[in-house]
């Protein structure tokens, strides 16, 4: 059996890592199967694949449909940024169809048994390229897995439906995005909600020394007779990830005069070349200056294995904006027994039992979040207490291991629909 794999970035992201899991679990739950992975360039991904045996094809993906998208439209409104990502569609129909092609041409040379989808872009060009095939000789099964709310996105949402006839199965990250994947859908697309894991290994409680932090960051290293309580949000640059809010927060909590001394962390940086989508790191530190909070906020970059950055810090704060699908931060973080603050909507809000495992907050209100600052930095037994119980929530609920059951049954459910709908 061979299983193709499609991913619309060569960077690495939550998807890409959640993707890393379910190809591990596939080796284990189909160990005779040949794994194979189309991405649009090297990077992370593709050497991360590598390592763990699985081949890889690279399709590049031209700038003009690297930069399409509507996710700077979501929450927003006006006819001129539609108008605006409407030209820059048609614009890039040549470059879609062309590569739509050298899909085709690629995966007729591959002839996989199973293909599994890992974004918006390639469940897309997969319809273009006639995959899954709408003639009546026999095609392998196309999985889609949802890592997005497809009803939020203004234009895909409109052609979303058409382009899944014939799916055999989509992966839902929650039961939030199970939800809106089911409206969105062709019907008759079965939709299997599986949570992202976390490989508990890498993710777990160890000692670590939050200066070091400050080492990446560039800032002064603080005196050691008055360490900083050290609050971290990791994610990539999209605007609606809340690293604007985090700096709200940071303004209001260092005015808060029972505030013990705080030190604030983004980490990551833009990943996606869908245009408006994303913070520059210059606009956020402009904020920073703007807000006063310049000397107490530290930037740092994308880190590859970012273990370490959570269990440096005292609290690791989620700040999204918008319903997060899933929120694989979250996770990580918890599985390395640190006191996780959530912005609590969508997939994120079924990921912790609030007050026991972690704290959840309003989407958007720096107010509730720099208040849920304050009273974690100002109580290092709660802090503990949260940490330890959420490193146990995430062996339980999220452990790589129990992936693998997961892969097995739905790629069983995916063949069994293409092989109920062929001609007898």
Not at 72 to 84: H, T
Request: hydrophobic share 45%.
């Amino acid at each position: 059996m061979r299983i193709v794999f499609l991913n619309p970035v060569a960077e690495f992201g939550g998807a890409e890592r959640s993707l890393l899991s379910w190809m591990r679990a596939a080796k284990h739950a189909l160990p005779a199967a040949e794994l194979m992975l189309v991405v649009p360039g090297e990077g992370l991904l593709s050497r991360r694949a590598r390592e763990q045996g699985i081949q890889v094809e690279i399709l590049s993906l031209p700038e003009a449909i690297a930069g399409l998208g509507d996710s700077a439209l979501r929450g927003r409104s006006g006819w001129r940024r539609a108008g605006s990502t409407s030209w820059r569609l048609l614009r890039a129909c040549p470059a879609v169809v062309a590569y739509a092609r050298r899909l085709r041409r690629l995966l007729n040379e591959l002839r996989p048994d199973l293909i599994h989808s890992n974004g918006i872009k390639t469940h897309l060009a997969l319809r273009l390229a006639n995959w899954p095939r709408t003639s009546r000789t026999r095609r392998p099964p196309v999985v889609w897995h949802l890592h997005d709310f497809v009803g939020s996105r203004p234009m895909v949402s409109r052609i979303v439906r058409r382009a899944s006839r014939g799916v055999a199965a989509a992966v839902a990250v929650s039961e939030a995005v199970a939800k809106d994947g089911r409206a969105a859908l062709s019907a008759g697309v079965p939709v299997f909600v599986v949570y992202n894991v976390v490989d508990v290994d890498r993710f777990s409680p160890a000692p670590a020394d939050g200066r070091r932090l400050d080492e990446l960051a560039g800032l002064p290293a603080a005196a050691d007779e008055v360490q900083p309580v050290r609050v971290v949000l990791v994610a990539t640059y999209a605007r609606w990830k809340g690293q604007d809010i985090l700096l709200e927060a940071a303004a209001r909590a260092l005015h808060d005069p029972h505030c013990p001394p705080i030190r604030f962390y983004i980490v990551g940086g833009p990943i996606y070349r869908t245009a408006g989508s994303q913070f520059s790191q210059q606009e956020l530190r402009d904020k920073a200056v703007q807000l006063g909070v310049a000397s107490r906020v530290g930037f740092i970059g994308f880190q590859d294995d970012p273990a370490e950055v959570y269990r440096c810090g005292d609290i690791v704060a989620h700040a999204s904006t918008q319903p997060e699908p899933f929120g694989l931060t979250i996770i990580e973080a918890m599985a390395c027994g640190r006191a996780v603050i959530v912005s609590c909507a969508g997939g994120a809000a079924e990921l912790f039992t609030e007050g026991q495992d972690a704290v959840g907050v309003c989407p958007g209100d720096p107010g509730a979040l720099a208040a849920a600052i304050v009273r974690l930095a100002s109580d290092p037994v709660e802090r503990t207490r949260l940490g330890h119980n959420a490193s146990k929530t995430a062996l339980a609920r999220f452990c790589e291991a129990g992936l693998v059951k997961h892969v097995a049954g739905v790629y069983a459910a995916a063949s069994a629909t293409v092989a109920a709908s062929e001609p007898a």
